[in-house]
Antibody, heavy 121, light 108 residues
């Protein structure tokens, strides 16, 4: 059974970097079959796809965040990462990591449980 | 960017009755549409993909239909455990993949 688990600081100061880690178990992020995504949800609001990384390390980012965003991976530890620079209060959200197929149905399944990150001084 | 619009924002349905949720894309997305269910404090769960294919373990009372730009999620005989937010998501044109704003299903 594939499981994803987000981790990171629950509180980030404005203008600082927002770093998150997704730990994947039950599947290899280097298998070539999937994209590994970050998605966020502002409390009480909808879902926003942030970006993803493929097994080759190729990344695609939401244009709205592209200038501040870096997604990377560590295949030896089966982890992938998000780093969002110059955080503001608008980046306060629950951050999810999720898997999608790299070919065909690019829907997200499964998802991690999510981690709340608050940007505040 | 493809904009996804869901309606209504809130749907009140009596137990055992049918719930019909709509999702419209700003341009044709073929059948590249998914539906998710999100209960309070939980991550979204995939219900439907390919517009009409139920994900593993999803009860048969959930069904999806539509293609092009108009889609529907139907819950026949609403159960109390179906109270949740429902989101549609297109994966025809990316980046970015985009979601609708959600429909809240509540008991009447």
């Amino acid at each position: 059974q594939v499981q994803l688990q987000e981790s990171g600081p629950g509180l980030v100061k404005p203008s600082q970097s927002l770093p998150l880690t997704c730990t994947v178990s039950g599947d290899s992020i280097s298998s070539g079959d999937h994209f590994w995504s970050w998605i966020r949800q502002v409390p009480g609001k909808g879902l926003e796809w942030i970006g993803h990384i493929s097994y080759t390390g190729t990344t695609y980012y939401n244009p709205s965040l592209k200038s501040r965003l870096f997604i990377s991976m560590d295949t030896s530890k089966n982890l992938f990462f998000l780093n969002l620079n110059s955080a503001t209060a608008a980046d306060t959200a629950v951050y999810y990591c999720a898997r999608s197929q790299s070919v065909g149905e690019n829907c997200f399944d499964p998802w991690g449980q999510g981690t709340l990150v608050t940007v505040s001084s | 960017e493809i904009v996804m619009t869901q309606s209504p924002d809130t749907l009140s349905v009596s137990p055992g009755e049918r719930a019909t949720l709509s999702c419209r894309a700003s341009q044709s997305i073929s059948s590249n549409l998914a539906w998710y269910q999100q209960k309070p404090g939980q991550a979204p769960r995939l219900l439907i993909y390919g517009a009409s294919i139920r994900a593993t373990g999803v009860p048969a009372r959930f069904s999806g239909s539509g293609s092009g730009a108009e889609f529907t999620l139907t819950i026949t005989s609403l159960q109390s455990e179906d109270i949740a937010l429902y989101y549609c998501q297109q994966y025809n044109n990316w980046p970015p993949w985009t979601f609708g704003q959600g429909t809240k299903v509540q008991i009447k």
